[in-house]
């Protein structure tokens, strides 16, 4: 069964327990979030798992303790393995209702006014780096509003790249070469993404 971020937030809180918050808003499943190690707000899965089990090709059930993750930013020993994420156990405090539902409606309302919410993306594009802002960069090199076919560049977020009706996979992979090409040129700086391929196009 497919999780989603929405429907656990939903469950934690209804039984008010708090730690989680930091999901509400991401799109996404949890089973992907734990190989992504997904974050935001301060915190990241690794705050909230204690163990997880998965089946490898052969279908061999194994499970892992929260070290055994590996858990870096925006990475997890997922990243190395090819096996399907079965299930996941995490560890949620009691917390009071209102304060759950003022921190989600928080981080609900930052992202709205933040984030291309009302277009189709696939998120954060580019990874965090500690020495520069890469949305301030991508902005600074004149990129925003820039695209190629249906695949564009964020007005709201140039860390984001939004489809505008009818992009193609290959839209948005020569919109992001394009992007890293002209960061790299103008800051000497080689930008690394936040999401991930999978097969060929």
Same mark, same amino acid.
């Given at each position: 069964?497919?999780?989603? %971020?929405?429907?656990?937030?939903? /469950?934690?809180?209804?039984?008010?327990?708090?730690? #989680?918050?930091?999901?509400?808003? #991401?799109?996404?499943? /949890?089973?992907? *979030? /734990?190989?992504?190690? *997904? &974050?935001?707000?301060? +915190?990241?899965?690794?705050?909230?798992?204690? +163990?997880?089990?998965?089946?490898?090709?052969?279908?061999?059930?194994?499970?892992?303790?929260?070290?055994?993750?590996?858990?870096?930013?925006?990475?997890?020993?997922?990243?190395?393995?090819?096996?399907? #994420?079965?299930?996941?156990?995490?560890?949620?405090?009691? !917390?009071?209702?209102?304060?759950?539902?003022?921190?989600?409606?928080?981080?609900?309302?930052?992202?709205?006014?933040? =984030?291309?919410?009302?277009?189709?993306? $696939? !998120?954060?594009?580019?990874?965090?780096?500690?020495?520069? /802002?890469?949305?301030?960069?991508?902005?600074?090199?004149?990129?925003?509003? %820039?695209?190629?076919?249906?695949? $564009?560049?964020?007005?709201?977020? *140039?860390? %984001? #790249?939004?489809?505008?009706?009818? *992009?193609?996979?290959?839209?948005?992979?020569?919109?992001?070469?394009?992007?890293?090409?002209?960061?790299?040129?103008?800051?000497? =700086?080689?930008?690394?993404?936040?999401?991930?391929?999978? &097969?060929?196009?």
């Amino acid at each position: 069964m497919v999780f989603l %971020f929405g429907k656990l937030s939903n /469950i934690a809180l209804k039984e008010e327990l708090t730690g #989680i918050e930091f999901l509400s808003g #991401i799109p996404g499943t /949890i089973g992907g *979030a /734990i190989r992504m190690n *997904a &974050g935001a707000y301060g +915190s990241e899965m690794k705050d909230v798992i204690i +163990s997880t089990k998965y089946i490898e090709k052969n279908g061999k059930i194994k499970k892992i303790n929260l070290k055994e993750h590996e858990f870096e930013y925006r990475n997890s020993i997922f990243s190395k393995l090819d096996v399907i #994420i079965l299930e996941t156990t995490i560890e949620l405090k009691y !917390g009071n209702k209102d304060d759950i539902s003022n921190r989600i409606n928080e981080y609900m309302k930052n992202r709205i006014e933040k =984030q291309p919410l009302d277009l189709p993306s $696939a !998120g954060s594009v580019f990874k965090r780096n500690n020495n520069f /802002i890469i949305a301030k960069m991508i902005d600074e090199c004149g990129l925003k509003g %820039f695209r190629i076919g249906d695949a $564009a560049v964020s007005e709201k977020h *140039a860390g %984001f #790249i939004v489809n505008l009706g009818k *992009a193609t996979c290959k839209d948005v992979l020569e919109l992001i070469e394009y992007i890293k090409e002209k960061v790299r040129k103008k800051f000497n =700086q080689d930008i690394k993404l936040e999401i991930l391929m999978i &097969g060929d196009m």
